[in-house]
């Protein structure tokens, strides 16, 4: 499968940022999606998790109540609306596919990748 992301930029603190990742080459709807991200000398975290249907979502700590995923199976795309974004949102984020349908914060449960997209958050 190839994701593609996309939306990412630089915003004020307390601004806000919707981004998209398209899928390709195998069978969107059958898998969960996560987002996550990696910020400057630190590991690589998870953000957010959708089941297959988008029925069932899972947030990280540090960003629920600002950020929601989202998933349109009709376009075999997922989305990551963020809000009220906060200094310590800046980081480059990353789509992933699961290897099944339900949500996953491991990332070992993820065995597709996209490229990364940008996101500053500027003070």
């Known amino acids: 499968v190839q994701l593609q992301a996309c939306g990412g930029g630089l915003v004020q603190a307390g601004g806000s940022l919707r981004l998209s990742c398209a899928a390709s080459g195998r069978t969107f709807s059958n898998y969960a999606m996560g987002w996550f991200r990696q910020a400057p000398g630190k590991e690589r975290e998870i953000v957010a998790g959708i089941d297959w249907s988008g029925g069932n979502t899972a947030y990280a700590e540090s960003v629920k109540g600002r950020f929601t995923i989202s998933r349109d199976n009709a376009k075999d795309t997922v989305y990551l609306q963020m809000s009220s974004l906060k200094l310590e949102d800046t980081a480059v984020y990353f789509c992933?596919?699961?290897?099944?349908?339900?949500?996953?914060?491991?990332?070992?449960?993820?065995?597709?990748w996209g490229q990364g997209t940008q996101v500053t958050v500027s003070s």
């Open positions: 992933a596919a699961a290897k099944f349908g339900w949500v996953s914060s491991s990332q070992s449960n993820y065995d597709a």
